[in-house]
């Protein structure tokens, strides 16, 4: 019955990638009349032929055609571990993009469908862990503890996510979602309680896999709030920034060219610009400060995109930049440069030949407040194993500047 249930729920994996629309026509007019069919033959078999309970499916089948179904299921079982593959690149690349994990290496592999990605690293974890299942449970039948409790466990989980966005996104009366509630909690838990039975028998597994990417997840998100107290802090206010830099006689040189600053808040000054100015006593020509926000739509239209500020001047050449993206989009921030330069931006602001300016942070761990110790600890090893910014960015190498600061985490 559990894996019934599965095979419904994975067919929205790919919803992503295809849209609702194709979604549901296959789930009604093939998968849903296919799994019924299927599973009422394989019954009324067992009822009429009690000894075929040891394999109802394949006995479902003349002799003739075992042959043959064993190549079709083995084909349907490559497709479905693709799914979940392509799946769990795009769960992963939408974590990164919300601030869940750090950043790693995406490749694109459509020019059409921006929802087709690559993660190297993902598809390494996804095999290592593959190959120790494997090798561990050694037989299906093992494993299968191990699956009732990782599915259960998902389908409640989706189950309260659902809740919550009918309650918090649709604005649905409390009462109806309580009436949901009631509904699907009663069949997810009813399912969950009984798998709960098979932990020691193998259900640890999927459970401790859970347990630790938590781990990771909440490490990764409460240290880079820290991290982002700790840079706005030395970082200051811009316009005050701007502000400053006005006021001061006499005023900075400037050097021909453009400089783009990459810096997480429109609020603060970039690390990179603070240094710039201590230690080269100039700035250029035309300045332009972006920030990056991640939206928690897919996909932002090209005319909301770009948010164009001043900082206060017309005519001192700087400017801040705001780039909204959907978490399912690439950031390539020369493309969103070339963008604004085409609205018009002040002083001599061009693309091609612009120099891009990264501020890199090396990071400290402490027994000060904050996080325990040992996920200080872990936060830096992430942050180690993070894929460059340039790169993640999509900068191109022979105009991307870094400079460094420290932080005690």
């Known amino acids: 019955m559990v894996l019934t249930i599965t095979g419904a729920e994975a067919l929205y994996a790919d919803m992503g990638h295809f849209g609702r629309p194709p979604i549901s026509?296959?789930?009604?007019?093939?998968?849903?009349?296919?799994?019924?069919?299927?599973?009422?033959?394989?019954?009324?078999?067992?009822?009429?032929?009690?000894?075929?309970?040891?394999?109802?499916?394949?006995?479902?089948?003349?002799?003739?055609?075992?042959?043959?179904?064993?190549?079709?299921?083995?084909?349907?079982?490559?497709?479905?571990?693709?799914?979940?593959?392509?799946?769990?690149?795009?769960?992963?690349?939408?974590?990164?993009?919300?601030?869940?994990?750090?950043?790693?290496?995406?490749r694109h592999t459509s020019a059409e469908e921006i929802g087709q990605v690559y993660l190297p690293a993902v598809n390494w974890f996804l095999m290592i862990v593959v190959v120790a299942l494997v090798i561990g449970f050694g037989s299906s039948t093992k494993l299968g503890s191990a699956y009732g409790i990782a599915v259960t466990c998902t389908m409640t989980a989706d189950t309260l996510l659902f809740l919550v966005i009918a309650r918090q996104l649709w604005k649905k009366p409390s009462w109806q979602v309580a009436i949901g509630a009631a509904v699907f909690f009663t069949v997810d838990l009813a399912f969950l309680g009984a798998n709960l039975t098979k932990t020691e028998h193998g259900g640890w597994f999927p459970l401790s896999v859970g347990a630790i990417l938590f781990i990771v997840l909440s490490t990764w998100r409460r240290g880079t709030r820290e991290i982002r107290d700790s840079r706005v802090e030395a970082e200051g206010s811009l316009?005050?920034?701007?502000?400053?830099?006005?006021?001061?006689?006499?005023?900075?040189?400037?050097?021909?060219?453009?400089?783009?600053?990459?810096?997480?808040?429109?609020?603060?000054?970039?690390?990179?610009?603070h240094a710039s100015l201590e230690h080269a006593h100039a700035l250029h020509e035309s300045i332009v400060i972006i920030s990056i926000e991640t939206t928690r739509t897919p996909y932002v239209a090209e005319a909301d995109q770009l948010v164009v500020d001043n900082l206060g001047y017309e005519d001192d050449g700087i400017s801040h930049l705001t780039a909204q993206v959907g978490f399912q989009e690439a950031i390539k921030v020369p493309r969103l440069f070339a963008l604004a330069c085409t609205r018009g931006l002040e002083g001599d602001a061009r693309e091609e030949d612009a120099v891009y300016i990264?501020?890199?942070?090396?990071?400290?761990?402490?027994?000060?407040?904050?996080?325990?110790?040992?996920?200080?600890?872990?936060?830096?090893?992430?942050?180690?194993?993070?894929?460059?910014?340039?790169?993640?960015?999509?900068?191109?190498?022979?105009?991307?500047?870094?400079?460094?600061?420290?932080?005690?985490?």
Not at 38 to 62: C, E, K, R, W
Not at 247 to 268: C, F, H, K
């Open 25 to 106: 026509r296959a789930w009604f007019f093939v998968v849903f009349p296919a799994l019924t069919l299927n599973y009422m033959g394989q019954g009324s078999l067992i009822v009429h032929d009690p000894t075929a309970i040891s394999n109802p499916f394949f006995l479902l089948i003349p002799h003739w055609g075992r042959v043959p179904m064993v190549v079709l299921a083995t084909v349907a079982t490559v497709i479905a571990s693709q799914a979940v593959i392509s799946g769990a690149f795009s769960v992963t690349k939408q974590a990164i993009q919300l601030g869940f994990l750090p950043r790693l290496q995406i």
């Open 239 to 273: 316009r005050s920034f701007v502000d400053e830099l006005h006021a001061s006689d006499p005023q900075p040189p400037r050097v021909p060219g453009t400089a783009v600053y990459l810096n997480a808040r429109r609020e603060t000054t970039p690390l990179a610009l």
């Open 358 to 409: 990264l501020s890199q942070m090396t990071l400290r761990p402490t027994d000060g407040p904050g996080m325990k110790l040992w996920r200080k600890r872990l936060y830096v090893a992430l942050s180690r194993n993070a894929v460059s910014a340039a790169d993640y960015f999509h900068l191109p190498a022979d105009r991307t500047v870094t400079l460094g600061s420290t932080i005690d985490l």
